[in-house]
């Protein structure tokens, strides 16, 4: 069963400050990773995503992939209170089925 | 922009109903996939579809149909609605994945409600 695994959280920070959120998972041959925010009560929006190992920067989001270690994260600089979210990592496995295989998400809390 | 709409934002029914969900995407996507999602259960998907009149079972196929006859749109069928049916239900559309991968893009989300 291939997997992707996120601590459910809440993680809670202070406004201003950077939040880690983390996602592992267990297929090796794993070849693209995204991150999505859903809001509570909204559908899943796509906010990030990194196919080679490394950092990806967005304005205040930032994609870190290490496949070597099979973990992905996803890093918010200067949170701010709308981004209190759940945030899911999702992943394709190898295999090329077409199907993502999300992680429960971790949500994230930020407290003004 | 993908877009992606569901026909209704909420629905109830009542045990014993026929319901059927309808998704559409605008972007010419091959795949197509819906997913119910319960608190503390995240996503889960109930079938998958690559093709004009192709389905495959995903993790929770088990009370549920679907129907694909154009590729834009894809319904999900509750053949006797249930109270354990009651969720949220999320349609998404993808291009098949290539080495850069194209992802996922979800509807708003149907909230169903049996009663």
């Known amino acids: 069963q291939k997997e992707v695994e996120q601590n459910s959280g809440p993680l809670s920070v202070p406004e201003g400050a950077i939040a880690s959120l983390n996602c592992t998972y267990s297929?090796?041959?794993?070849?693209?990773f995204f991150w999505y925010r859903q809001y509570s009560g909204k559908s899943p929006e796509l906010i990030m995503s990194?196919?080679?190992?490394g950092d990806k920067e967005d304005g205040r989001f930032t994609a870190q992939l290490n496949k070597a270690s099979q973990y992905v994260s996803l890093l918010i600089r200067d949170s701010q209170p709308s981004d209190s979210a759940t945030y899911l990592c999702a992943v394709y496995p190898s295999g090329n089925t077409g199907k993502l295989i999300f992680g429960q998400g971790t949500t994230l809390q930020v407290k003004p | 922009d993908v877009k992606v709409t569901q026909s209704s934002r909420y629905l109830v029914k009542r045990t014993g109903e026929k319901v059927f969900l309808e998704c559409v995407q605008d972007m010419d996507h091959e795949n197509m996939f819906w997913y119910r999602q319960d608190p503390g259960l995240g996503l889960r998907l109930i079938y998958f579809?690559?093709?004009?009149?192709?389905?495959e079972k995903g993790d929770i196929p088990e009370g549920y149909s679907v129907s694909r006859e154009k590729k834009e749109r894809f319904s999900l069928i509750l053949e006797s609605a249930s109270t354990n049916q009651t969720s949220m239900y999320l349609c998404?559309?993808?291009?098949?994945?290539?080495?850069?991968?194209?992802?996922?893009?979800f509807g708003p989300g149907t909230r169903l409600t049996v009663l």
């Open positions: 990194i196919y080679s190992n």
């Open positions: 579809s690559y093709d004009v009149k192709m389905k």
């Open positions: 297929d090796r041959g794993s070849q693209s």
């Open positions: 998404a559309s993808s291009s098949p994945p290539l080495l850069a991968g194209d992802t996922q893009y």
